[in-house]
């Protein structure tokens, strides 16, 4: 059995994540892992009232994530996740309780279990985080027409900016590649892909097989 490496991608609301893993995924011999937004019954309901359903929405994708990070631990080879878990709680979730529609109760039931779950994984091998301005960021969400997306206050995407920005400045559990994706273009210029996959490959030695398709 070959040896198991867990790429993970984050960043924010249209950051390129999915873009970043399709790309990584035609490259190389990967397994993708796909944020479950469209499994998640509450998601409608939470569009509708944040307060009222914030809470089961974030259990959702907690555990949700959890059962796909425990698929990815038990994969050989190479692996990739298009949002981690440690997002759903240290980013999305504590945004909403910081807006108070988790309240303490439901945040402390939360958060503890999320705490045992981290004592259940493996941290990925390589975390990949995607940097982008918010004006850019604003952009793409209206350019690619999601209609849930289409609504989000600025002033909740430049909390959740300061959030991941807190969170990736503290990250220690594994490696950590920043790709500022204004600037690279990794789907159509050339020299973009080749440096970030160079750039992937330092990181990961003698681990990723490019496809030759």
């Known amino acids: 059995m070959s040896e198991r490496k867990f ?34 019954p509450y998601l ?11 809470f089961q929405s ?4 907690l555990s949700n994530k959890f059962r796909i990070h425990q698929e990815a631990d038990r994969m050989p080879g190479v692996v990739i996740q298009d949002r981690t878990i440690f997002e759903d709680a240290e980013i999305f979730a504590t945004a909403l309780h910081q807006m108070r529609k988790i309240d303490k109760r439901d945040w402390q039931t939360y958060w503890a279990f999320y705490q045992n779950i981290l004592r259940a994984i493996q941290p990925p ?6 940097h982008c301005p918010m004006r850019t960021l ?12 289409q609504d989000i206050p600025l002033s909740y995407l430049k909390r959740l900016e300061r959030l991941y920005e807190q969170w990736i ?34 990181l990961l030695p003698a681990t990723l097989k490019r496809n030759h398709k």
């Not at 409608?44 to 914030?54: H, T």
């Open 7 to 40: 790429i993970a991608i984050a960043g924010n609301i249209g950051a390129g994540k999915s873009t970043l893993l399709d790309f990584l995924t035609r490259t190389y011999d990967i397994s993708p892992f796909y944020e479950p937004n469209e499994e998640n």
């Open 44 to 54: 409608p309901d939470f569009y509708q009232d944040m307060r009222r359903w914030a």
């Open 58 to 61: 974030q259990l959702f994708f």
């Open 125 to 130: 091998d390589l975390m990949i985080y995607l």
């Open 138 to 149: 604003r952009k793409r969400i209206r350019l690619r027409g999601r209609r849930m997306e």
């Open 169 to 202: 400045t503290d990250y220690s559990l594994g490696e950590v590649l920043v790709l500022d994706t204004e600037r690279l273009d990794f789907v159509t210029d050339l020299i973009d892909r080749q440096d970030v996959r160079e750039r992937i490959e330092t």
